[in-house]
């Protein structure tokens, strides 16, 4: 794999990927950003297997195809320090190199055979829903979600998912937010989703997204991003 991308692009992928990350151990293939060059097209994935995401990006001069893995957040380090300009990553003997005029950095890869696999959105039902009404959604709520409770369901938010509509409740047992926008769908599905997963979506997206889901994950579809949140079987809270 060899590419040449610039310093802005880059550093603002990372800096993206960098709350998807494992960040307690560094051992773990979790703590690394999956990057793939294949069909003109940069993918950079990252998860800490609860929640994920990946971008796609064709604004990248493509050397070599090929596929690597680095650690997300001293890859994200060394791009800070470098000028502003292009970059060139290259992949030689299981090590990734970044280089820039006269600085040169390598770290250490893990095997990309080994980095997690992210679910599909193929097959699972899907619901075309405008960003802004989701967003505008979650910022209603987000605001009565608990911050530090030993129950998760007040951890995070419920997404209550109808035929007729999508509704969005969140409490600390002493406030309570409800949201509702309209919606088309056949089936049925009641989820909470982390605080830390609503804070991610609100930064992602802003066009047109294709919301899909099942009984083990949430994913969110749009031009350039998809997050994908892996779902519990908890007892979920009847509000509605």
Do not use: C
Not at 53 to 68: A, E, M, P
Not at 72 to 77: A, I, Q, S, V, W
Not at 91 to 97: A, T
Request: a negative charge; glycine letters at 2%.
């Amino acid at each position: 794999m060899k590419i040449i991308i610039s310093k802005s692009i880059i550093e603002n992928i990372l800096i993206q990927a960098g709350p998807f990350l494992e960040k307690k151990d560094t051992s773990q293939i979790t703590s690394h950003v999956f990057i793939n060059v294949s069909n003109a097209t940069l993918t950079i994935k990252a998860t800490d297997y609860e929640i994920g995401y990946f971008i796609t990006t064709n604004n990248v001069n493509i050397i070599d195809d090929g596929s690597t893995t680095a650690n997300g957040k001293k890859l994200l380090d060394i791009i800070r320090i470098l000028k502003d300009g292009d970059i060139n990553l290259e992949v030689k003997n299981e090590m990734l190199y970044i280089t820039q005029a006269h600085s040169n950095f390598k770290l250490p890869t893990f095997s990309h055979e080994d980095y997690p696999e992210f679910p599909s959105y193929e097959g699972k039902s899907r619901i075309a829903i405008n960003s802004f009404s989701l967003i505008e959604s979650l910022k209603k709520i987000t605001p009565a979600i608990d911050t530090n409770n030993p129950k998760f369901e007040l951890n995070g938010a419920l997404i209550d998912i109808k035929p007729d509509a999508i509704n969005f409740a969140s409490t600390d047992t002493r406030r309570l937010a409800v949201a509702t926008i309209p919606n088309h769908a056949e089936e049925e599905l009641s989820i909470i989703l982390p605080k830390k997963a609503i804070v991610e979506i609100q930064k992602l997206f802003f066009n047109d997204i294709e919301l899909y889901y099942d009984e083990t994950n949430l994913i969110i579809h749009s031009d350039q991003y998809t997050f994908f949140y892996k779902t519990h079987k908890w007892q979920v809270p009847r509000v509605f």
